[in-house]
């Protein structure tokens, strides 16, 4: 049963467009605004080759396939996932292991996800409080 994908769904107002977008393209700065990223962003995406816009003189057009992914590779990376990993999970898609505009992750997955995460959150709230004491400690003096 630890094989059973769980889904982690995209929200579909995380800033899409409404209406059907299959055959529109889209500039690099249209993408940008829509998921408040930087430019520089959807570049370094493009040279891990997470994104491939196709491209008109030094223009890159986005299609919807680009922006799908890119929602994707937003939704893994809010959830803690390095590159690599989010990459593994779109090649997982493109193979038609996944479910359209999700991240398919199995429980395992999951739960590992959520043990770093865990570990991340105790570092920083030892952080944190570690400096809160030096500040104290401070202002004391």
Known sequence: ?????????????????????????????DLAREFEVSL????FYEDRGLLSPRRVGSSRLYDARDRERLALILKGKRLGFTLTEIRALLEREERG??????LQLSPKQIDDQIEHLERQKAEIEAAIAELKAQRQRTLSS
């Open 1 to 29: 049963m630890d094989n059973a994908p769980v889904y982690a769904a995209s929200n579909p107002n995380d800033g899409r467009r409404s209406g059907d977008d299959s055959a529109k393209t889209f500039s690099i700065g």
């Open 40 to 43: 520089r962003t959807l570049r």
């Open 97 to 102: 292991e996944g479910a359209g505009a999700k």
